[in-house]
């Protein structure tokens, strides 16, 4: 586990590009008024930790300046030394979707990383699993109280036969009856359904438990033809196929699960190339440490992952849309950049029909932790996207079929997005936090990495990496990138258990479903 470190009590902040008219105080208990920084700077409010101190004197109508960019303007004079608060600024207005630069500024490949593996799962599919699990897979809400007595007892009295096997999961969700399933968006929470079953570290082994009578139906989720499930042996149960009642279901169900779980315990570790990684990246909970600690060790462990070939997925169109024109410049081509922009206008006008618009992203506990708005906070998660090309844009529930840096469009709601990226085929999943939150996922394993060491000290139990010590000096970006590039390929491989998985904290699948319900 991480390393804890103690922090000295002098005044400390950090300023992140040479424009920048505003640095984020590190100290834990922030600083008072009257506190002299060794740079020359005098405060003259009490500045809480993560929260900004300007730089200058800004005029009314000034740019307040972050990450090189502006994040608002001032309402009033904001005095030099003074505390940058969130009713100060006003919003600069979302960039325009029409004129953006598509693929101007394509970062150049990196030397590419030899000779870095883990111990996977490989699949008849080609993908490779990080852990090996039953999935069990549903068609509709009505199935989930049988399932999860029935899973209940395959833990408890199959599971301990086939020690070769990681966990069996039951894939419940709300969808699949009584939701508008002709309509002109239902395609985004069928297609999620069917590529959570074909996640690797299913095996290619999923079922399907089905009542019978719903709308979704189970060759929707599974059919003939597709080589990235198994569909040999029995693979669906019929809740109304039972004769016998509730005890027959459960017995039906058991012994599904138990020719699976023989063939699964069949299967061992061996070692894969790193390339075989597909990390999904997001964060939640976030304060205005996250992008100057944990986001960019993330970014530089993507540019590492990358490097040896790896797939690397980033996600929360919210959170990227204020921040959009640096990552078309990024697009590996034109193609690639005017995919993102799709993206950026379905998203808009998806928030326009509930009259909302990307202010609604940013939370109470983000603003107390320092961040004033959406624009200064997607500038900071972008960070986790590194300095590398983007190669591939996924719409919300599609699966990844290409290695690379890709752009997997998403709600930024933790288990939405984590549910998607789940779709997308991600084998391991990292997850940054300042605010703290003990999220995790029954599918993948989470890496949960904090923006700060008090919080990694009070949550020791929790947090697996504590990127704090960025802010504290005791570790650079680049040395903490290194950390989670081989922290991530020691848990893809088992050697490491993440604290949520030693928990078994799980957060349901929660589909994205932007079509009507009936
Ligand atoms: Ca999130």
């Given at each position: 586990?991480?390393?804890l470190?103690?922090?000295?009590d002098?005044p400390?902040?950090?300023?992140?590009?040479?424009?920048?008219?505003v640095?984020?105080?590190?100290?834990d208990?922030?600083?008072?008024?009257?506190t002299?920084f060794?740079e020359g700077?005098?405060?003259?409010?009490?500045?809480?930790?993560s929260?900004k101190?300007?730089?200058?004197?800004v005029?009314?109508g000034?740019?307040?300046?972050?990450?090189g960019?502006?994040?608002?303007?001032?309402k009033?004079?904001i005095?030099?030394g003074s505390?940058?608060?969130?009713?100060?600024?006003?919003?600069p207005?979302?960039?325009?979707?029409?004129?953006?630069?598509?693929?101007?500024?394509?970062?150049?490949?990196?030397?590419?990383?030899?000779?870095?593996?883990?111990e996977?799962?490989?699949?008849?599919?080609?993908?490779?699993g990080?852990?090996?699990?039953?999935?069990?897979?549903?068609?509709?809400?009505?199935?989930t109280g049988?399932?999860?007595?029935a899973?209940?007892r395959?833990?408890e009295?199959?599971?301990?036969?086939?020690?070769?096997v990681?966990d069996?999961?039951?894939?419940?969700?709300?969808?699949?009856?009584?939701?508008?399933?002709?309509?002109?968006?239902?395609?985004?929470p069928?297609r999620?359904v069917r590529?959570?079953?074909?996640?690797?570290?299913?095996?290619?082994?999923?079922?399907?438990?089905?009542?019978?009578?719903?709308?979704?139906?189970?060759?929707?989720?599974m059919?003939?033809?597709?080589?990235?499930v198994?569909?040999t042996d029995?693979?669906?149960?019929?809740?109304?196929?039972s004769?016998h009642g509730?005890?027959?279901?459960?017995?039906?169900?058991?012994?599904?699960?138990?020719?699976?779980l023989r063939?699964?315990d069949?299967?061992?570790?061996?070692?894969?190339?790193?390339s075989?990684?597909?990390?999904g990246?997001?964060?939640?909970g976030?304060?205005a440490?996250?992008?100057?600690?944990?986001n960019p060790a993330?970014?530089?462990?993507?540019d590492?992952?990358?490097?040896?070939?790896?797939?690397?997925?980033?996600?929360?169109?919210?959170?990227v849309?204020?921040?959009?024109?640096?990552?078309?410049?990024?697009a590996?081509?034109?193609?690639?950049?005017?995919?993102l922009?799709?993206e950026?206008?379905?998203?808009d006008?998806?928030?326009?029909?509930g009259e909302?618009?990307?202010s609604?992203n940013?939370?109470?506990?983000?603003?107390?932790?320092?961040l004033?708005?959406?624009?200064e906070k997607?500038?900071?998660?972008?960070?986790?996207?590194g300095?590398s090309?983007?190669?591939?844009v996924?719409?919300?529930?599609?699966?990844?079929?290409?290695?690379?840096?890709i752009f997997?469009a998403?709600?930024a709601?933790d288990?939405v997005c984590?549910?998607l990226?789940l779709?997308?085929g991600?084998?391991?999943?990292?997850f940054t936090?300042?605010r703290?939150?003990?999220?995790?996922?029954a599918m993948?394993?989470?890496?949960?990495?904090?923006?700060?060491?008090?919080?990694a000290?009070?949550?020791p139990?929790?947090?697996?990496?504590d990127?704090g010590r960025?802010?504290?000096g005791r570790a650079?970006?680049?040395?903490?990138?290194w950390e989670?590039?081989?922290y991530?390929l020691?848990?893809?491989?088992?050697k490491?258990?993440?604290w949520?998985?030693?928990?078994?904290?799980?957060?349901?699948?929660t589909?994205?479903?932007?079509?009507p319900?009936?």
């Amino acid at each position: 586990m991480s390393q804890l470190i103690e922090h000295s009590d002098s005044p400390r902040f950090i300023r992140l590009h040479p424009q920048d008219n505003v640095m984020v105080v590190v100290n834990d208990q922030g600083v008072p008024a009257g506190t002299a920084f060794a740079e020359g700077l005098v405060t003259v409010d009490h500045i809480p930790q993560s929260h900004k101190v300007c730089l200058e004197d800004v005029p009314e109508g000034g740019r307040i300046i972050r990450y090189g960019q502006t994040i608002g303007y001032a309402k009033q004079l904001i005095p030099c030394g003074s505390w940058v608060r969130e009713d100060q600024l006003s919003m600069p207005t979302a960039p325009e979707l029409a004129n953006l630069p598509l693929s101007t500024d394509v970062p150049e490949a990196q030397e590419p990383l030899e000779g870095y593996t883990f111990e996977g799962y490989r699949n008849a599919d080609g993908t490779v699993g990080t852990r090996n699990i039953l999935g069990i897979t549903t068609t509709v809400q009505c199935v989930t109280g049988v399932l999860d007595h029935a899973v209940k007892r395959i833990r408890e009295e199959l599971l301990p036969k086939y020690p070769n096997v990681d966990d069996v999961v039951a894939l419940t969700h709300s969808y699949g009856c009584g939701v508008a399933i002709t309509a002109t968006d239902a395609y985004i929470p069928i297609r999620t359904v069917r590529n959570l079953a074909r996640n690797p570290n299913l095996g290619g082994e999923a079922l399907v438990i089905s009542l019978g009578c719903e709308k979704l139906q189970a060759e929707q989720v599974m059919h003939q033809g597709d080589s990235s499930v198994d569909l040999t042996d029995p693979w669906l149960y019929r809740l109304q196929d039972s004769s016998h009642g509730f005890a027959e279901m459960i017995e039906q169900i058991m012994e599904l699960a138990e020719v699976r779980l023989r063939k699964l315990d069949q299967r061992r570790r061996e070692t894969v190339p790193a390339s075989e990684l597909i990390l999904g990246m997001q964060c939640g909970g976030s304060d205005a440490f996250s992008g100057i600690t944990a986001n960019p060790a993330l970014g530089y462990a993507s540019d590492l992952l990358l490097r040896a070939g790896a797939t690397v997925m980033f996600s929360e169109v919210t959170e990227v849309r204020d921040a959009i024109y640096l990552l078309t410049s990024r697009a590996e081509n034109k193609e690639i950049a005017s995919e993102l922009v799709r993206e950026m206008d379905w998203y808009d006008r998806y928030l326009a029909k509930g009259e909302a618009d990307r202010s609604a992203n940013t939370t109470p506990g983000n603003k107390k932790g320092g961040l004033s708005n959406i624009v200064e906070k997607s500038l900071g998660s972008i960070v986790k996207s590194g300095n590398s090309a983007i190669n591939g844009v996924l719409g919300p529930g599609e699966r990844v079929t290409r290695k690379g840096l890709i752009f997997c469009a998403t709600p930024a709601s933790d288990f939405v997005c984590g549910t998607l990226q789940l779709a997308a085929g991600m084998n391991l999943h990292v997850f940054t936090t300042g605010r703290g939150t003990p999220y995790g996922l029954a599918m993948a394993p989470v890496v949960k990495v904090s923006t700060r060491t008090e919080l990694a000290q009070r949550w020791p139990d929790l947090i697996d990496v504590d990127a704090g010590r960025i802010a504290t000096g005791r570790a650079s970006i680049e040395e903490l990138g290194w950390e989670l590039f081989h922290y991530y390929l020691d848990v893809a491989s088992g050697k490491k258990k993440t604290w949520a998985e030693h928990y078994k904290l799980h957060n349901d699948i929660t589909l994205f479903n932007p079509a009507p319900i009936t």
